[in-house]
Every structure is written in structure tokens, then in C-alpha cells.
């Protein structure tokens, strides 16, 4: 089976861990680091063979396009990240549907193609902000990949769907991948609970999850891997959160890579075969499928 591998191409200063220390207006003093540590991803995923989605927020895109061209030339797919990273929940539909276009255009301007999926900053589209969904459909998306279905204290959705599925507004959710035990759904696949649980624990439940037949969704940023990283003045939870775990992580996404099947979202999930997309818009091509 084919898993999805996903990147949220964003800086050490975009995470909301870090918005206190280092709000949006003092985003454009910050030294620039994605770059980089996204070009070091696209090595490895070219050393392994693996396409990948790489979900842009539209802020970096503006500032780095030759990264948007060089990941879409190598057969990854171009997906959207919001232009602002502010969460989906804490803004007025007016203004999501403003970040999210304003984002989609700066993309699909560089990519040259058409961006059908979205990644909500913070997995931020809860299971009852059909509103967003509905905006989402209504600005061109097919797919939102924007839902972890867990109890945290800072994002997740407790009452958010495990499984994928297709809204009222006929939009595709693909969920990150949890590791279901007593009737909780607990974090295996990405980020955070890569760099800092145990090994063997993620291993486990990641291994639990691909036995129950969908596709992975498995999600880092680049940050991840930068050690090097400028240690901000935020609060000791936040560190702990952001600077836990960076050193080991290109070497734990790696033996993911060893060991499961990665594709791009579209390809993982079959998008083009879930939705009527192929039929309604053939001149769009399917080449990056
Ligand atoms: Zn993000």
C-alpha cells in the first residue's frame, strides 16, 4: 500500500508554539532558514525515490519560489498551507477565505498548476467548521488534510473523524493517522510525537495503523531537522515542544522511509478516483497523480 508523506513548509518562527516570541510583524527580520532544511527533505527524498506533498504556506512561498518550482519539477505534489499560519478557528470566514486564496494564488501563480489541497495551520479545521470546508470547496480545493483527531491541549480534535471521509460539500478529509487503543486516539504519525516519543512507540502504532488498511498520513516541517535553529525566548512548555528531539529526527524519517511505501497525498489516497475531479476538469491533466 501507498502512505502519504507530507511536509508543512514553514520557519522555526511560523509554529504556534513560538507566535508569542515572534509575532507576524517581526516575521520579515527573522533569519530565513526553510530553505535549507527543505532542500535537505528533497535530498532525501530523492536519495529514497519518494514523491511527497509539500503543503507551502503562501508567506514563504513569496520569499523562496524557486523552492515551490524545484519540488513541483521533481514530481512532488504543490499543496497549501494557509498564507499566515493563524489558525483556521480563530478567524472570520471573511478572513479565512482571504489567507486561503491569497495563498492559493501566490502558488499556483509559481507552481504553474492548479493547488487542490490544503493543510490547515495547527490542524485547525475542527469537525464542526463545515463553514471552512464549505469556503475551501469554494476557492477550488478537492482535499483538506487539516484534522487530527486527538485530545491535546493546544490543537487536535477530539471529536474529529479517524478515518477519511467526504463532507456535505463533497470535500475529501484525510485525517492524520492516529493509533486507536481503549477508545483513545493517540499521535503516531508526524512531527512532535516523531522527535520526542520513543522510537519504538511510534513504530508500533504506526504499524497498528497500516494493518487497518488506509494509507498512513504522515506530516513533518522543516524546522524539524535544523538542530541549529535560533532558540527563541518563549515559554519552557513551548521549547520543550519545539527544540525536543531535532537532532535525531532526519535519521527517524529515514527509517520511516525504509520502511513503508510514500507517495504524495493524491496518489496515496487516489483523489482523482474519489472525486469526479478527472471528469469535471480532464484540460488540468493528471501528470502530478
Ligand atoms: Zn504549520
Redesign the pocket.
Known sequence: MLNAFTI?V?DYF???AMSAAVPANKWAGMELRVERNTWKLLELLERRGVKATL?F?GWVAERCPQLVQAAAAAGHEVGC??YS?RPVYRLTPQEFREDTRRAKDVLETIAGHRVRGY????FSILQNMEWARHILVEEGFIYSSSSHPIRHANYGDRLGMRLPYRDSNGLWEFPMTTWRVLGQNLPVSGGAYLRILPASYTALGLRRAAAAGEPLMVYL?PWEIDENQPRLNAGWRSCLRQYTGLQGMLGRVESLLERYAFGTVARAYRVAERSSWNQKSTAMGSAIL
Request: no cysteine; proline share 7%; glycine share 0%.
Open positions: 508543512d514553514e511560523h509554529t504556534e503543503f504556506l498551507h494557509s499560519h493543510r490547515a495551520p495547527s516541517h
